[in-house]
């Protein structure tokens, strides 16, 4: 029951709107990597592009005369089911809602806006995977009566239809109007993921593509799929059906390879890749259920305790397991990234075990338990080589002595010396993603995505070649908590702040103006079936639409 | 068979009505008996809840002996639907959610500063000009007789908070001159302050409006708030100093908020309403009547809310308890077991005083809830409050409450409430989206 004064968040906003008229005149119209100036009433994108030029001059868009088409000279056409598809999910985003009829009012055609006309400069990869160097630029011309919007490939055309979307908006009497505008955007970084885990708790697919239809909203590119762990084993192999026979929470809480790859495409369709992850050594208490002599045996003082522990490192059966399920994830998941985990193995039962002690003298690895972890991760990292993946691991892997094949990616999660570690983790040479700052799954009372907003990925001491190993972050949503009853209002819209973090410019900082557009946008997922929760005190013109 | 003693089908639930129930079930007979309609509604819900099935699909019920009753008469649920409004339909499916959790109270915080969504007939600008969208976000008079329908077919009662005189920003625009406006030095600043508590049209309306929420709220309680007056634009208010003078009050502005508070009950007492308020109206010694229920929800200020429990209930006022109840604070990890874990009748005081602690309040303000969020952010934790209300002191061991709460969330799931998790697990019936 705070008291909030609404008196000082107008004044604020007053005083923003004034400013930004000053410096608007001054710039002559422009702003090009200037604090952004989304003064213009309804102009309300997210993440904000690179480059953002408009003008007052209005263009109107009639439902009916309104339509999405390839250029003459662009190299794709009718033919590429991605571009196919965006184009009447958008005109159903713009115009879905439309209740009234086409009002009688002629417009002139100058001032109509008829048609978006898509332009692929490059060879679209039209039906290609999008991969971790996938072109997502974009020129977006909006003029009337034709806007033109450019990309080397179909992924930037998503995006930029996407931001296109945004431009639209209704006045009052229900009219669609765009600003004239010039926008020129790509990503900062090309690794903008969100991770969810369905293992803490089983989420129904339905679920899975909500979550990457609003990602697509927010230029999310890579959902993280920790798909198993300790709790439940919901993929269904097809190598080793037990698994999830066995491992998962109940035969209806699993996911059949017609599910996988209902989500792999749902997700190519919205340019949005699938990072598979198959935790291991720990976290893996579900596999010994359908899977016979995988885990390590626990002993107390000499004798088996009857508790398992992390996947057991010492048998060659454990290898053939490893190597014959990757294989199978290899071909299953279209991705050159497989991520292996590697994160808090619990050291303890392998001490206990007496065969491992035993395996640890033979090895001369003595004492340091930290080296039987890093063989183990070393032989799978190199499974993974030969199946001409790459890895992504958790930064424990680095951090407890791993010798890592050159151009496995480190996940950092850890807060403790984040700014000491992403130093000493790219001075090593290793690409970077960043997760600590941004754990979704620990909330708390009030407006935290401004934490989220306001972290800067590149602070930390380092050349720019180090600062360029940073491929990117994810916002990471962990299960205990969750489940589909609560996941998508947890998860948005404080994930939109990491994701304008992600892919906007370093100087888009500004928190009110974050404010101003993160609300509308919020506003607009709720209206495309989002169920995105609020920032703070307000309304949405459609309201409970849950 | 359900067999009621007291006729009374047609009536509103109150404060004194009886909830006891006994559930008889055997060979013989399978018999819900109690004294009145109230207490039949609780069975059958307790019925519902001994159900089960078999994994081939049959429905079976056990042998069951039970004796029921409420530990605490008032046991409720506050909604706040001015910081966000919340749709009808909300509003409906969270009072059918209440009833499985046997909440009897429906707290409807209705307007705050942000939103005046109420549809006053007597004043209709007061929606039209404070509320979100007139159009779209109100809640007409047919919308209010319906939640009360509803609530009292389930056995709630409805109980109004019209909050003043803080929180009131959005009752200026429909009503000119009813705020008091700030000054500047020697001029308005342009903003407005509480209810402007000099002027006589202040009672006026106050009494012209009270008559009609008196009609339209059949509670025999009304909820008159009074929390957190902020002083600094009285104080800034030339006329108002000029007023404290006259009136002898010195620099004290509780007096002022007593003088205005004092009028208003007088005036809701007046229509033979009750009414319940913040605890500021007793902390800040605004003379009410010894019938007066306040409402406990500082944690820590003026004092710890366990001696503020004390000294309400030493004072010999009724007291509800909602501070460690805020539901709308969220944290990471289980908080429904501290939820759980809290102890109304944990201070010092004499039996006497422990009688007066009529109840308590799981608090949803809105500041950061709305219909996107609602249902998951209110079940299952708000269960936990539900339990403490009404089981007997003894039940607080956690593992059995998880137990059996981690079920009872699942039995929602399958009702198609959209409760959220408690901890890592599965039901059988997971929720699926529409």
Redesign the interface.
């Known amino acids: 029951?705070?008291?909030?004064g609404?008196?000082m968040l107008r004044l604020s906003g007053l005083l923003a709107a004034l400013g930004m008229l000053v410096v608007q005149a001054a710039l002559g119209m422009q702003r090009e990597r200037t604090t952004p100036l989304s003064y213009w009433r309804d102009l309300n994108l997210w993440p904000l592009p690179l480059s953002v030029k408009t003008t007052p001059r209005l263009l109107y868009l009639s439902p009916g005369n309104f339509f999405f088409g390839h250029s003459p000279t662009s190299k794709a056409g009718p033919s590429c089911a991605v571009l196919q598809e965006a184009f009447r999910r958008y005109y159903d985003y713009i115009f879905g809602f439309y209740k009234w009829p086409l009002g009688s009012d002629k417009v002139p055609s100058a001032m109509e806006l008829q048609k978006l006309e898509v332009s692929v400069i490059m060879n679209p990869q039209c039906d290609s995977f999008p991969n971790i160097t996938s072109d997502e630029s974009y020129n977006l011309l909006v003029k009337g009566p034709v806007a033109k919007l450019t990309a080397n490939r179909v992924w930037g055309v998503l995006r930029g239809l996407e931001t296109f979307s945004q431009l639209i908006y209704q006045d009052s009497y229900g009219t669609f109007i765009a600003n004239e505008s010039n926008i020129v955007d790509s990503p900062r970084f090309p690794h903008r993921g969100i991770l969810i885990d369905t293992s803490?708790?089983?989420l129904?697919v339905?679920?899975i593509l909500?979550t990457l239809d609003a990602m697509a909203f927010n230029k999310f590119n890579v959902l993280h799929w920790h798909i198993v762990d300790d709790?439940?084993f919901p993929y269904q192999s097809i190598t080793f059906p037990e698994l999830s026979n066995k491992g998962s929470?109940?035969l209806?809480?699993v996911y059949t390879p017609n599910d996988v790859r209902t989500v792999i495409e749902y997700a190519r369709l919205r340019g949005i890749r699938i990072l598979p992850e198959f935790d291991s050594p720990g976290h893996t208490a579900s596999w010994g259920k359908g899977q016979k002599d995988v885990l390590t045996p626990c002993y107390h003082a000499r004798e088996p305790s009857g508790t398992f522990g992390p996947i057991n490192p010492i048998l060659n059966s454990t290898y053939s397991f490893l190597s014959q399920l990757f294989k199978e994830i290899s071909a299953v998941f279209p991705d050159e990234f497989i991520h292996l985990g590697g994160d808090e193995v619990n050291f303890g039962c392998w001490e206990s075990n007496l065969a491992v002690q035993h395996f640890m003298r033979n090895k001369g690895f003595g004492k340091k338990i930290e080296k039987l972890e890093s063989f183990y991760m070393q032989r799978v990292l190199d499974m993974i080589s030969a199946m001409n993946k790459r890895s992504i691991v958790w930064q424990e892997v680095y951090d407890d002595e791993g010798k890592l094949t050159q151009g496995t990616v480190v996940q950092i999660w850890k807060m403790g010396n984040l700014r000491m570690k992403l130093s000493n983790i790219t001075a090593a040479g290793f690409p970077v993603i960043i997760s600590a700052p941004w754990y979704l799954?620990?909330?708390?009372?009030?407006?935290d995505w401004r934490h989220y907003y306001s972290v800067e990925p590149l602070n930390f001491e380092g050349t720019r070649e180090q600062k360029q190993l940073v491929i990117g972050g994810e916002a990471c949503l962990w299960?205990?908590?969750?489940?589909?009853?609560?996941l998508?209002?947890?998860l948005w819209p404080r994930a939109s702040a990491v994701g304008e973090r992600l892919w906007s410019p370093p100087e888009v900082t500004d928190l009110d103006d974050a404010y101003r557009r993160l609300t509308r946008h919020r506003c607009r997922m709720?209206k495309r079936g989002i169920?995105?929760?609020?920032?703070?005190?307000?309304?949405c013109?459609h309201?409970?639409r849950? | 068979m359900v067999l009621v003693v007291t006729p009374g089908c047609d009536q509103f639930p109150s404060l004194g009505s009886v909830e006891n129930y006994t559930l008889t079930i055997n060979d013989e007979q399978c018999l819900l008996l109690s004294e009145t309609v109230w207490g039949a509604l609780r069975g059958l819900e307790t019925f519902s809840q001994l159900i089960w099935r078999s994994p081939e699909g049959t429905f079976y019920v056990n042998k069951t002996d039970i004796e029921d009753f409420p530990r605490f008469p008032h046991r409720g649920l506050l909604l706040d639907t001015s910081?966000?409004?919340?749709?009808l339909?909300?509003i409906l499916d969270t009072l059918d959610v209440m009833a499985y959790n046997k909440f009897n109270v429906f707290h409807w915080h209705l307007v705050d500063?942000?939103?005046f969504p109420y549809e006053s007939f007597t004043f209709p600008d007061l929606t039209k000009k404070g509320s979100?969208?007139p159009a779209?976000?109100i809640y007409t008079a047919q919308d209010v007789k319906e939640v009360i329908e509803y609530a009292r077919l389930r056995g709630i009662r409805v109980l109004a908070e019209f909050d003043t005189p803080?929180h009131t920003?959005s009752w200026g625009p429909g009503v000119p001159g009813l705020l008091t406006p700030c000054y500047s030095g020697s001029h308005p600043s342009g903003?407005f302050g509480p209810v402007n508590p000099i002027l006589n049209n202040t009672y006026e309306f106050m009494s012209t409006f009270f008559l009609e929420i008196s009609t339209v709220f059949p509670d025999f309680y009304l909820h008159l708030g009074g929390?957190?007056v902020?002083f600094t634009c009285w104080k800034s208010n030339p006329d108002i100093q000029a007023f404290m003078k006259k009136k002898g009050f010195g620099d004290d502005f509780k007096k002022l908020e007593s003088f205005y508070i004092q009028t208003l009950l007088d005036i809701v007492s007046a229509y033979g309403k009750g009414y319940v308020v913040w605890q500021e109206v007793f902390d800040n010694k605004v003379k009410v009547r010894p019938d007066t229920i306040i409402q406990v929800?500082r944690e820590e200020i003026p004092v710890k809310y366990v001696k503020e429990m004390a000294l309400v209930t030493r004072a010999g006022f009724r007291a509800l308890l909602s501070a460690p109840w805020y539901l709308?604070?969220?944290?990471?990890?289980?908080d429904w077991k501290e939820i759980y874990l809290v102890e109304p009748l944990a201070f010092e005081g004499s039996p006497e005083q422990k009688a007066l602690v009529i109840g308590g309040e799981a608090c949803m303000?809105?500041?950061?809830?709305?219909?996107?969020?609602l249902?998951?952010?209110l079940w299952p934790r708000a269960g936990a409050v539900a339990e403490r209300l009404w089981s007997n002191k003894m039940v607080s061991n956690l593992d059995f409450a998880f137990k059996r709460l981690s079920h009872f969330r699942c039995e929602l799931?399958r009702r198609g409430v959209?409760?959220?998790?408690?901890?890592?697990?599965?039901c059988?019936m997971?929720?699926?989206?529409t």
Do not use: C
């Open positions: 029951m705070e008291q909030r609404l008196g803490r708790h089983f129904p339905k679920t909500k709790q439940s929470y109940s209806s809480h799954d620990v909330i708390s009372y009030g407006q299960g205990e908590y969750v489940d589909a009853t609560n998508t209002p947890r709720v169920a995105a929760q609020p920032l703070f005190t307000g309304y013109d309201e409970g849950m | 910081r966000h409004y919340l749709p339909a909300s500063d942000s939103s979100y969208n779209t976000h803080g920003l903003t929390d957190e902020d929800w709308n604070h969220i944290t990471y990890g289980p303000w809105g500041e950061y809830v709305d219909s996107t969020n249902v998951p952010r799931l959209q409760a959220q998790p408690l901890s890592v697990g599965y059988d997971e929720f699926e989206q």
